[in-house]
C-alpha cells in the first residue's frame, strides 16, 4: 500500500468513527502512520503500545475495549503477524 493509500484509509476511518469511538494499533510499521494521521478527538480513543509491548496487543484490546464499552465503535489495526500470533 503506497503513502497516498494508507493515508486515505485513515482518514476513511477518521470519516466512519465518531470522537468517542476507540482505535487500536498493533505494532509494526502501521503504528507510525496511525500515531501522525489519525486525529484523536477524545482522550484515550487511538491506543497505540510503545516500548516492550507485544506485537498482538490489536485483537486482545479490541476485544476488551468492545466489552467495557459496548455503546462505541471500536477499530483494531493488526498487521498479518500480529494477527496470527493470536489465531
Same mark, same amino acid.
Given at each position: 500500500?503506497?503513502?497516498? @493509500? ?9 470519516? =466512519? ?9 498493533? =505494532? ?57 500470533? @493470536? =489465531?
Amino acid at each position: 500500500m503506497d503513502r497516498s @493509500n494508507r493515508k486515505k484509509a485513515l482518514w476513511d476511518a477518521r470519516q =466512519v468513527l465518531g470522537p468517542d469511538d476507540i482505535v487500536l494499533s498493533d =505494532v509494526g510499521a502501521h503504528k507510525m502512520w496511525i500515531a501522525r494521521h489519525y486525529h484523536c478527538h477524545e482522550p484515550n480513543t487511538c491506543l497505540i503500545p510503545n516500548g516492550f509491548c507485544s506485537m498482538e496487543f490489536a485483537l486482545p484490546g479490541a476485544i476488551a475495549a468492545a466489552l467495557v464499552h459496548p455503546d462505541r465503535k471500536i477499530l483494531g489495526i493488526s498487521g498479518d503477524a500480529g494477527f496470527l500470533m @493470536n =489465531v
